[in-house]
T-cell receptor, first 113, second 115 residues
Framework: GAGVSQSPSNKVTEKGKDVELRCDPI?????LYWYRQSLGQGLEFLIY????????KSGLPSDRFSAERTGGSVSTLTIQRTQQEDSAVYLC???????????FGQGTRLTVV | AQSVTQLDSQVPVFEEAPVELRCNYS??????LFWYVQYPNQGLQLLLK??????LVKGINGFEAEFNKSQTSFHLRKPSVHISDTAEYFC?????????????FGTGTRLTVIP
């Protein structure tokens, strides 16, 4: 596609429910990043995929968070047993190669009520 | 892992005045540096980047930044701001030497241009 696509754009869920956030990166981009943006908190790194290498999961805040990247393309970020503090905008980005500029999607705004 | 510090969380400036947004990163031999801008209710877009070569890099909308290796800084500047420059600005760094190539962001600086 022309850009990074994220779905859904907005998600409201009840506390305790599981959610899945999807990211379609730009075709051919080998690197894919997930970030979380909370008000006044900047961009918090969550997880990074690079080609077939093991992902860098060092930013995941708890074991309730996990992510997969299937076939080196689409990625899904899963949050289990959501909590109110999980409310944020979740941003996905992809880049042609590791370390070069990343292109961002519009994000998924998650609200846990 | 790299860390990025943007000391100024908010910068108000009058229209047509110059502005500098500061960015410092933790020390490393080889880094790539970026500035991203997020306009209200929009996604992040690349403003400019330093990969190699000249330490003064020019970006879109009249912005420029200078890579200073000795001070581990990459401050963003514009000689005359416009109302339309009101946005959140994020500095980011990728540590090439470590091989991780992850992309770390600062906490952002909110630039508000006052008419």
């Amino acid at each position: 596609g022309a850009g990074v696509s994220q779905s859904p754009s907005n998600k409201v869920t009840e506390k305790g429910k599981d959610v899945e956030l999807r990211c379609d990166p730009i075709s051919g981009h080998t690197a894919l990043y997930w970030y979380r943006q909370s008000l006044g908190q900047g961009l918090e790194f969550l997880i990074y995929f690079q080609g077939n290498s093991a992902p860098d999961k060092s930013g995941l805040p708890s074991d309730r968070f996990s992510a997969e990247r299937t076939g080196g393309s689409v990625s899904t970020l899963t949050i289990q047993r959501t909590q109110q503090e999980d409310s944020a905008v979740y941003l996905c980005a992809s880049s042609l190669a590791a370390g070069v500029e990343a292109f961002f999607g519009q994000g998924t705004r998650l609200t846990v009520v | 892992a790299q860390s990025v510090t943007q000391l100024d969380s908010q910068v108000p400036v009058f229209e047509e005045a110059p502005v500098e947004l500061r960015c410092n990163y933790s020390s490393s031999v080889s880094v790539y540096l970026f500035w991203y801008v997020q306009y209200p209710n929009q996604g992040l877009q690349l403003l400019l980047k330093y990969l190699s070569g000249s330490t003064l890099v020019k970006g879109i909308n009249g912005f420029e930044a200078e890579f200073n290796k000795s001070q581990t800084s990459f401050h963003l500047r514009k000689p005359s701001v416009h109302i339309s420059d009101t946005a959140e600005y994020f500095c980011a760094v990728s540590d090439i030497q470590s091989g991780a190539n992850n992309l770390f962001f600062g906490t952002g600086t909110r630039l508000t241009v006052i008419p």
